[in-house]
């Protein structure tokens, strides 16, 4: 199996699961009990914690979560005032919003341009004094454009404003603005493991909390942490700040698979503002189901894995600008640490190759 759909997850790092597998087989204790063991798993877990927050600004606290999801659920239900996000954001994002805008929370989602990046110019007119929450992706998780952050938290700070940073596709890879007042970030993104997140909360900023009970994380999350998960991300995170060429290793690899493309291929997003890591490419009349069918050793996308099954056009790609038939011609190849140039340009020409096939045989 050629494995190229990293912005869905990425392999889990041998040194994440080296990290792991103590707390898995014999030290089980629970991180928040007084007696020794339970502070040595507590010992662990701000290791861990520290690790993390080795990629985030300073003047703030990490809080470990179950996943990113949680984390953008809670910065955002646990502020108050009119929110201010763009079309293109994540569904953890846009389905919060739609369900606090239920209760009554005012909001305004913008409009990208063609290349998926906001006018700035139309998000001053949007982020007004009274606004409490401006939203925006780092890095896109369909279609890798990176966006204005820092212009847009400098423009929620103006209003009186908190910025929040969905921070998960571009954590370890891309740098993060220090203006940000709560980032969002995952492990599975960064060669961690799945079932834990985080939110980083700068020092001062008000967060109401999404659970209840104990208490156990500053500034108000509740539950029982795994220090295996905790662990593993931070063994990911390391990694991270430690693996310099893994961006210029991406780079090559993007530059390469798009030398090997056919003149048939469009880039979908900003080709000048992107990670090279994400290239969500169409082709015109392409049956994306046929292509996946027809190379089942092959693991790419066909959209954003969270939308997948439901029928409907990409929003990101509708956003765009894309028209449906255009969206459902797209697909995403995601590559990364892990991937080697033959790998990738091997997929690459039997992906052409079978797409090429489709409009012979039509």
Same mark, same amino acid.
């Given at each position: 199996?050629?494995?190229?759909?990293?912005?869905?997850?990425?392999?889990?790092? /041998?040194?994440?699961?080296?990290?792991?597998?103590?707390?898995?087989?014999?030290?089980?204790?629970?991180?928040?009990?007084?007696?020794?063991?339970?502070?040595?798993?507590?010992?662990? %877990?701000?290791?861990?914690?520290?690790?993390?927050?080795?990629?985030?600004?300073?003047?703030?606290?990490?809080?470990?979560?179950? &996943?990113?999801?949680?984390?953008?659920?809670?910065?955002?239900? &646990?502020?108050?005032?009119?929110?201010?996000?763009?079309?293109?954001?994540?569904?953890?994002?846009?389905?919060?919003?739609?369900?606090?805008?239920?209760?009554?929370?005012?909001? =305004?989602?913008?409009?990208?341009?063609?290349?998926?990046?906001?006018?700035?110019?139309?998000?001053?007119?949007?982020?007004? /004094?009274?606004?409490?929450?401006?939203?925006?992706?780092?890095?896109? *998780?369909?279609? &890798? %454009?990176?966006?204005?952050?820092?212009?847009?938290?400098?423009?929620?700070?103006?209003?009186?404003?908190?910025?929040?940073?969905?921070?998960?596709?571009?954590?370890?890879? %891309?740098? +993060?603005?220090?203006?940000?007042?709560?980032?969002?970030?995952?492990?599975?993104?960064?060669?961690?493991?799945?079932?834990?997140?985080?939110?980083?909360?700068?020092?001062?900023?008000?967060?109401?909390?999404?659970?209840?009970?104990?208490?156990?994380?500053?500034?108000?999350?509740?539950?029982?942490?795994?220090?295996?998960?905790?662990?593993?991300?931070?063994?990911?995170?390391?990694?991270?700040?430690?693996?310099?060429?893994?961006?210029?290793?991406?780079?090559?690899?993007?530059?390469?698979?798009?030398?090997?493309?056919?003149?048939?291929?469009?880039?979908?997003?900003?080709?000048?503002?992107?990670?090279?890591?994400?290239?969500?490419?169409?082709?015109? &009349?392409?049956?994306?189901?046929?292509?996946?069918?027809?190379?089942?050793?092959?693991?790419?996308?066909?959209?954003?894995?969270?939308?997948?099954?439901?029928?409907?056009?990409?929003?990101?790609?509708?956003?765009?600008?894309?028209?449906?038939?255009?969206?459902?011609?797209?697909?995403?190849?995601?590559?990364?640490?892990? =991937?080697?140039?033959?790998?990738?340009? *091997?997929? +690459?020409?039997?992906?052409?190759?079978?797409?090429?096939?489709?409009?012979?045989?039509?």
């Amino acid at each position: 199996m050629s494995y190229l759909d990293y912005q869905a997850t990425t392999p889990l790092a /041998p040194e994440a699961l080296a990290a792991m597998l103590p707390w898995l087989e014999r030290q089980h204790a629970n991180p928040h009990s007084p007696h020794r063991e339970g502070r040595a798993a507590r010992a662990a %877990v701000e290791v861990a914690r520290g690790q993390v927050a080795r990629l985030l600004p300073e003047g703030g606290r990490v809080a470990f979560t179950s &996943g990113a999801t949680e984390a953008l659920n809670w910065a955002i239900q &646990g502020t108050q005032g009119p929110i201010v996000t763009l079309a293109t954001e994540h569904a953890a994002v846009l389905d919060t919003v739609a369900a606090e805008a239920r209760k009554g929370r005012p909001v =305004t989602i913008l409009p990208v341009g063609s290349d998926g990046r906001i006018d700035l110019d139309e998000a001053a007119r949007a982020i007004r /004094p009274g606004t409490g929450l401006v939203a925006a992706m780092l890095v896109n *998780n369909e279609i &890798g %454009v990176i966006q204005s952050i820092a212009e847009l938290a400098a423009l929620a700070h103006a209003a009186g404003a908190r910025f929040l940073c969905d921070a998960v596709q571009g954590y370890g890879r %891309v740098p +993060i603005p220090d203006s940000c007042d709560l980032v969002a970030v995952s492990a599975h993104k960064i060669h961690g493991p799945k079932g834990i997140g985080a939110l980083w909360v700068r020092d001062g900023v008000p967060l109401a909390p999404l659970l209840h009970g104990g208490g156990q994380e500053a500034p108000g999350r509740s539950g029982t942490l795994s220090p295996a998960l905790c662990a593993g991300f931070g063994a990911a995170a390391r990694l991270a700040v430690e693996r310099h060429d893994d961006a210029a290793h991406v780079a090559r690899l993007a530059q390469a698979a798009l030398a090997a493309l056919g003149p048939d291929w469009r880039v979908n997003g900003s080709t000048e503002h992107r990670y090279r890591g994400n290239l969500n490419l169409r082709r015109a &009349g392409l049956d994306v189901a046929r292509l996946m069918s027809d190379l089942r050793d092959i693991a790419f996308s066909a959209g954003s894995a969270c939308a997948s099954g439901s029928g409907r056009p990409s929003h990101v790609l509708r956003a765009i600008g894309l028209s449906d038939a255009e969206a459902r011609s797209s697909i995403r190849i995601g590559f990364g640490r892990t =991937t080697s140039e033959e790998e990738l340009l *091997n997929a +690459i020409t039997r992906i052409d190759a079978a797409a090429r096939a489709q409009k012979v045989a039509a």
